[in-house]
T-cell receptor, first 109, second 113 residues
Framework: GQNIDQPTEMTATEGAIVQINCTYQ??????LFWYQQHAGEAPTFLSY??LDGLEEKGRFSSFLSRSKGYSYLLLKELQMKDSASYLC??????????WGAGTKLIIKP | IAGITQAPTSQILAAGRRMTLRCTQDMRHNAMYWYRQDLGLGLRLIHY???????GKGEVPDGYSVSRANTDDFPLTLASAVPSQTSVYFC????????????FGPGTRLTVL
């Protein structure tokens, strides 16, 4: 079967750095996406990785290792507005997205 | 219209009733998707359409139907609603190219009693 695993919840301090991990087992791999979802709102796109390595975009970076079936999202200089759920999704061999349940990130002052 | 819209925002529905959730996008995206999101579970794909005139079944299609008569609209119909269809429904679209992100509508919160 297909499976995406992420921690259910994480807590971090404003101004700090947090790493959210995602491991996956899917039928095929055609890229990995990270989305942010604030409570009661729609998911919004953060990053896309298809090759191994690190993609940096401002305070957010995403890393991929295809051989390990592993990705992480790194958030630096945390702000209160970063409190949200972070969703990992893998595009499978049918080019459909398989979604993890999301990681709820709580930022404390 | 800017982006992707859904209607209604929320709805309470009696079991057994028929209901259509509407979705419209103005980005001229080829691909459109319907997901449901339930607490503790990831987004699950109900149906999708890679281009106008075609549709396909996702992970949880039973009890739902879709149509794609044109590029902009992708309605989702529940023929006879059941309580297990209580969920938040998101419509999304993408241009369908490799690496393209999906853009999501604001969602419809549906409660079936």
């Amino acid at each position: 079967g297909q499976n995406i695993d992420q921690p259910t919840e994480m807590t971090a301090t404003e101004g700090a750095i947090v790493q959210i991990n995602c491991t996956y087992q899917t039928s095929g791999f055609n890229g990995l996406f990270w989305y942010q979802q604030h409570a009661g709102e729609a998911p919004t796109f953060l990053s896309y990785n298809v090759l191994d390595g690190l993609e940096e975009k401002g305070r957010f970076s995403s890393f991929l290792s295809r051989s390990k079936g592993y990705s992480y999202l790194l958030l630096k200089e945390l702000q209160m507005k970063d409190s949200a759920s972070y969703l990992c999704a893998v595009r499978d061999s049918n080019y459909q997205l398989i979604w993890g349940a999301g990681t709820k990130l709580i930022i404390k002052p | 219209i800017a982006g992707i819209t859904q209607a209604p925002t929320s709805q309470i529905l009696a079991a057994g009733r028929r209901m259509t959730l509407r979705c419209t996008q103005d980005m001229r995206h080829n691909a459109m998707y319907w997901y449901r999101q339930d607490l503790g579970l990831g987004l699950r794909l109900i149906h999708y359409s890679n281009t106008a005139g075609t549709t396909g079944k996702g992970e949880v299609p039973d009890g739902y139907s879709v149509s794609r008569a044109n590029t902009d609209d992708f309605p989702l119909t529940l023929a006879s609603a059941v309580p297990s269809q209580t969920s938040v429904y998101f419509c999304a679209s993408s241009d369908g190219t490799s690496g393209s992100e999906q853009f999501f509508g604001p969602g419809t919160r549906l409660t079936v009693l």
